[in-house]
């Protein structure tokens, strides 16, 4: 039996779609593995009850059936679906990680990548690897086409989570098909400036580089309260905000002394437009990791 604790992730963060994903250092998935003749899915734990235990349509079964690795399998959920904090992806890069680990696959931690991702194509029809990466690895990642990069970074961070649902599908249809040369421009600086920002553990400059022109203003409109949420959260002294993934959550960067505040901020402005939320002091954290074997 082997047992992978897995991270919730924020993809994106502002500039970086279907590039850039931060670990957090909470929520989590806990995946546990052991062999069997046919694979069988059992989940517990946050949101369980809309998560489908047939492994055609759990993100799992994808991972099962790229590392030929059956197996009866237990997710306790920490990471709520359809939460834009990477819930399908924590499952699908706790069970990578655990079967390789199971039937001694032998694949490294970026190996491990492209298989969890194939859980993605599952639920969101394309298998963007910016969510499992940074559940595997740990840290701040960029992924292309070539592989994932990886570095720690010290970042503390709020993720502010409205209790309703937005699926990554349905938020991939809002995204626009073109984006004009300034537009570009603009990106790559922010997204440049974010990713110095994450080699040097500034919050300042991670903040800056959130900025997005293209795909999150379309996402904001998903997330009701969102423009009172960012402000409060600058208010509070927030270097950056944005949409975590494809929503409804929003990240906010910040330093240590004003993370509560930030919090606070984002929840009262949440209430105020009369939605529940939660909100988690957290920060960039490690990839995926074993707490029994
Ligand atoms: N192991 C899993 N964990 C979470 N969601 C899963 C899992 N397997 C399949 N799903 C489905 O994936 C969808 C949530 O994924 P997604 O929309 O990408 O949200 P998130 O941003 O939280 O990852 C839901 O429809 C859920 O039923
Ligand atoms: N790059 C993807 C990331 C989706 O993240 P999730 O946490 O919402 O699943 C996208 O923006 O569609």
Redesign the pocket.
């Known amino acids: 039996m082997v047992t992978v604790r897995a991270p919730a992730?924020?993809?994106?963060l502002g500039s970086g779609?279907?590039v850039f994903g931060a670990a957090l250092s909470r929520p989590a998935d806990v995946v546990t593995v052991e062999k069997a003749a046919e694979t069988t899915i059992e989940v517990t734990g946050v949101g369980a009850q809309y998560i489908p235990e047939d492994p055609e349509k759990n993100t799992v079964g994808a991972v099962v059936e790229a590392l030929d690795a059956p197996a009866r399998i237990h997710i306790d959920k920490g990471v709520r679906p359809a939460?834009?904090?990477?819930?399908?992806?924590a499952s699908a890069a706790g069970a990578a990680v655990a079967l390789n680990r199971l039937y001694d696959r032998g694949r490294s931690r970026e190996e491990l990548v492209p298989i969890a991702a194939e859980g993605?194509a599952v639920v969101?029809g394309v298998a963007?690897a910016?969510?499992v990466a940074p559940s595997i690895l740990g840290g701040f990642t960029v992924t292309t086409a070539d592989g994932t990069r990886s570095v720690d970074a010290a970042i503390p961070l709020v993720v502010c989570l409205p209790d309703v649902a937005v699926s990554?599908r349905d938020?991939?249809r809002v995204?626009p098909e073109s984006a004009s040369m300034e537009e570009l421009v603009e990106t790559v600086g922010n997204a440049a400036t974010l990713a110095i920002g994450m080699c040097r553990s500034d919050p300042d400059l991670v903040g800056l580089g959130m900025s997005d022109p293209v795909?999150t203003p379309e996402r904001a409109r998903l997330i009701t309260g969102y423009d009172e949420v960012r402000g409060r959260a600058f208010d509070a002294g927030a270097t950056g905000v944005t949409v975590?993934?494809?929503?409804p959550a929003v990240i906010a960067a910040c330093r240590e002394r004003d993370r509560r505040d930030v919090a606070a901020g984002m929840l009262d402005a949440f209430a105020g437009a009369g939605i529940e939320a939660r909100a988690y002091q957290t920060r960039i954290g490690r990839g995926a990791t074993f707490l029994a074997d």
């Open positions: 992730t924020s993809a994106n779609f279907d939460s834009g904090l990477g819930s399908s992806a993605e969101s963007h910016d969510n990554t938020a991939r995204v795909v975590s993934g494809a929503g």
